[in-house]
């Protein structure tokens, strides 16, 4: 059974940071390519960023510099630092393979208001 567990969110101000984890299970994770994605209220699900299993990294724009994705095979985590978060970050992040499987875990709310 693919499941998939976010923590690290919370309430941040503007500017702050946030480190977020993801622990994933019933998947063969080094062969996986990963990503964290997001859905503000109202909108639809986005990608934030994606990590291959040999370290390839992309970020969406509004990530690149701010955004930090990293993996650990050994352990089957995934991590978002997330840095000088805004306003607009404020949404519920999710990880899942890439492209996703259908087994979305609860997510981790994030929500950077001052």
């Known amino acids: 059974q693919v499941q998939f567990v976010e923590s690290g969110g919370g309430l941040v101000q503007p500017g702050g940071s946030l480190r977020l984890s993801c622990s994933a299970s019933g998947i063969t994770f080094s062969l996986r390519t990963l990503g964290w994605y997001r859905q503000a209220p109202g909108k639809y699900r986005e990608v934030v960023a994606t990590?291959?299993?040999?370290?390839?990294?992309k970020y969406e724009d509004f990530a690149t510099g701010r955004f930090t994705i990293s993996r650990d095979d050994a352990t089957n985590m995934v991590y978002l630092q997330m840095s000088g978060l805004k306003p607009e970050d404020t949404a519920v992040y999710y990880c899942?393979?890439?492209?996703?499987?259908?087994?979305w875990g609860q997510g981790a709310q994030v929500i950077v208001s001052s």
């Open positions: 990590i291959s299993r040999t370290g390839d990294i």
């Open positions: 899942n393979q890439n492209p996703p499987v259908m087994s």
